[in-house]
């Protein structure tokens, strides 16, 4: 006797507006731009520019690298709980109490 594997649910994925990803590259290009010349134009040598201006990179690389973790983390969550979600349906249609 064949069974039917319940249906999973859709895959919903999520899509930015365009104006939302306007607003965040402006923001991310205001950011670092202001940020850069503010480093050029402070008023000591350049050994303490290139410090500040080291610092300022890592800081910026160590925030994208966060937010891809934690963007990797929930999307591994939420696969983890759709696979999860289809076993306990399989399970409670194989063990129907009316079939």
């Known amino acids: 006797m064949m069974q039917e594997?319940?249906?999973m649910k859709p895959i919903i994925f999520?899509?930015?507006?365009t104006a939302w990803l306007a607003q965040v590259?402006?923001?991310?290009i205001v950011s670092v731009g202001a940020t850069t010349l503010s480093i050029i134009y402070?008023?000591?040598d350049n050994w303490v520019k290139g410090y500040v201006g080291i610092g300022f990179l890592y800081?910026?690389?160590s925030s994208f690298t966060?937010?891809?973790t934690i963007r990797d983390n929930q999307e591994a969550e939420r696969l983890t709980a759709r696979i999860d979600e289809a076993r306990i349906e399989?399970?409670?249609?194989?063990?129907?109490p009316l079939k």
């Open 5 to 7: 594997l319940p249906l």
């Open 14 to 17: 999520q899509k930015d507006t």
């Open 25 to 28: 590259w402006i923001s991310f």
């Open 42 to 44: 402070l008023p000591v």
């Open 59 to 61: 800081s910026l690389s």
């Open 66 to 68: 966060l937010a891809k």
């Open 90 to 96: 399989k399970i409670l249609a194989e063990h129907h």
